[in-house]
């Protein structure tokens, strides 16, 4: 054996040990092996604690199993709850204790040993078969336009669309990452927070929670005034400047209630926590607030209309490795690397987002600590939470710092204890779970998954294959059915050729592969408008028979991009650019409209039908 052979196979079992996926497939099935640079790169900056054992913080386990605690006898040993009542523990012939039947975070003990356990459900918090077969619309909260919002979507314009839609039987709104950001500059993503545990200001409702207060203050100072009502009519958000003047108003709102509504300031500030002396303190903590309460009430009214879930959270995969939440779990995060994706089909450069996560060794030392936190502030007051990228549960393609898209590794994490703790979650906030599950999907991933509860999302782009678009009936019963997805242009954009069009003209496509992608998509929409034809009136449009195919099929919940209910044509984001297109800025009409009020009651009226055979 050479000494090169020797150091490779070393190599590689050390990446092994540190969790690094060498060997994988690509989106097209095709084996790969990530090259030895990458691994050494990876491996040094996870540092090497990443390959040595650490003690089990938090085991995890479901209702009805058994769990093998380390150090254990079969001796005598009890469980206590969280309240601190205890009851016999049992243990099998194997040596492993039954785990409780009830699910919450226990302790085993044993004596002077004590172990936590967090036991969970079979399954996540899931619709009931009286309320199957409903649906919603999904925005980008930005895009909102509420009642004097100040430039910049907030839980007023959703409360608008909430009532459009419960006019139809909608039961769900699912908006886009509403995180606290890192920063407004040309660049901004929702995609990128400074925080993800803390609600981003700029999406508080000043005038829906404290109408005279905020009405007062914009009257009072003609210039602030004029400002928020300049971003208010833009078709396109300026976010450095409107977001600096929304968050002007807002922090102007404490002092305001101090001198004129002093009462109600004082009832006010008991709720925001010790530890604000400091008046930067107070603005951060009475923001905070201010738009927890702004979408709590419309939670709150949209439980009142007896919708079935409500508002769905999003969470972003990772966040800002300078921002708050990196600096308030430091031990935990990952460092010197960034995360993003292999190439794909779309993507045939790979993609680096800027933003990291948490190192696997230091979740499990931590007890899964922050992974609980977060779960717990993003599910609060919502009914449903979309997971961003779930397949990171399982593994997630890091890369260093300032390295090429594509000179990553996929990097494993604890699946199981990650996802009995994301079901428990769910569970106890009644909050069901949707998963992205898009992109090059880990095989057996989609059916655990599935059996857990926890919903995945069919788009009617991917719901193909070389025969054409998929009957409504082979479409997954534990899935999300949407259109599209904030990553692909709207169906009238497709239908149109419009993201083509863009393509050629950033350079992406050549005159011959614009020649191409025209031809083929000619094609797709011919398949399109078969695979309607049989039960689809004649006279219907492409576009009505594509939202009637997404509704008819067997999802429990489908979602209507709010762009596809407007019949917008420009995609909110085109992955790849940061200023050639208007990413994350585009502003959308209220409702109202008569044509929206048509696709609306299509797609309602589409889900009515029975189950497809």
């Known amino acids: 054996m050479s000494a090169g052979t020797s150091e490779l196979r070393d190599l590689h079992t050390q990446a092994r040990a540190a969790g690094l996926q060498v060997h994988w497939e690509d989106v097209s099935g095709a084996p790969r092996t990530v090259e030895p640079e990458v691994l050494r790169a990876v491996l040094d900056s996870l540092g090497p604690g990443a390959a040595a054992p650490t003690c089990a913080a938090l085991q995890t386990g479901i209702i009805g199993q058994t769990v093998a605690i380390a150090g254990s006898s079969r001796s005598a040993a009890v469980w206590r709850d969280e309240e601190g009542r205890q009851s016999p523990a049992r243990c099998n012939a194997d040596g492993h204790w039954l785990l409780p039947a009830t699910p919450g975070y226990w302790q085993w003990q044993q004596d002077e040993r004590k172990q936590p356990v967090a036991v969970a459900p079979q399954r996540a918090w899931h ?268 593994r997630l393609w890091v890369l260093p710092q300032g390295a090429g898209a594509g000179q990553g590794v996929y990097l494993r994490y604890p699946f199981d204890d990650l996802l009995n703790l994301l079901v428990l979650e769910s569970s106890r906030h009644r909050c069901v779970v949707i998963g992205e599950d898009l992109g090059v999907v880990p095989a057996g991933i989609r059916d655990a998954l599935a059996t857990r509860g926890v919903l995945g999302m069919d788009v009617l782009p991917f719901a193909r294959d070389d025969a054409g678009f998929w009957p409504p009936q082979r479409w997954r019963r534990s899935a999300v059915a949407m259109t599209s997805t904030h990553d692909l242009p709207p169906l009238a954009g497709w239908l149109d050729r419009s993201d083509l069009d863009i393509r050629q003209q950033l350079g992406w496509l050549d005159a011959a592969q614009a020649e191409a992608a025209h031809a083929q998509r000619t094609l797709e929409i011919d398949q399109l408008r078969a695979a309607t034809d049989d039960w689809a009136a004649e006279a219907a449009p492409l576009d009505e028979r594509a939202l009637q195919l997404v509704a008819r099929s067997p999802a429990p919940l489908a979602l209507l991009p709010l762009e596809d209910a407007l019949g917008e044509r420009a995609q909110p984001n085109l992955p790849g650019t940061v200023h050639e297109h208007p990413n994350w800025r585009r502003r959308l009409p209220p409702p109202g409209d008569a044509d929206v009020e048509h696709r609306l009651a299509t797609f309602a009226a589409a889900r009515t039908l029975k189950d497809p055979a």
């Open 127 to 394: 619709l009931e078969e009286a309320e199957a077969r409903c649906w919603g619309l999904a925005l980008q909260t930005y895009s909102l336009r509420g009642n004097a919002d100040g430039g910049i979507g907030d839980s007023s314009g959703a409360a608008a669309w909430l009532g459009a839609m419960a006019a139809h039987g909608g039961a769900a709104l699912a908006l886009s990452p509403m995180h606290q950001a890192m920063g407004f500059g040309d660049g901004f993503s929702p995609y990128s927070p400074s925080d993800r545990a803390a609600l981003e200001p700029v999406h508080a409702a000043p005038t829906q929670v404290l109408p005279e207060a905020a009405a007062a203050i914009r009257a009072a100072d003609p210039d602030l005034a004029a400002r928020l009502a300049h971003h208010e009519a833009q078709s396109l958000i300026d976010w450095p400047s409107a977001a600096r003047t929304k968050r002007e108003w807002i922090d102007r709102l404490p002092a305001w209630l101090q001198a004129h509504q002093p009462d109600l300031w004082q009832t006010i500030a008991a709720q925001l926590g010790s530890g604000c002396a400091a008046l930067d303190d107070v603005r951060q903590a009475f923001a905070q607030w201010l738009v927890r309460h702004s979408w709590q009430q419309v939670q709150q009214h949209a439980v009142g209309e007896g919708m079935a879930v409500g508002l769905i959270a999003d969470l972003a995969v990772g966040f800002d490795p300078h921002g708050q939440e990196a600096q308030r779990n430091a031990d935990a995060v990952l460092r010197g690397l960034e995360l993003g994706a292999p190439p794909d089909a779309f993507n045939p450069h790979g993609q680096a987002w800027g933003i990291t996560g948490y190192a696997p060794h230091a979740l499990r030392a931590s007890g899964y600590a922050p992974y609980i936190a977060l779960l717990r502030a993003v599910m609060a007051d919502r009914g449903g939470v979309r997971i961003d990228h779930i397949l990171g549960l399982q």
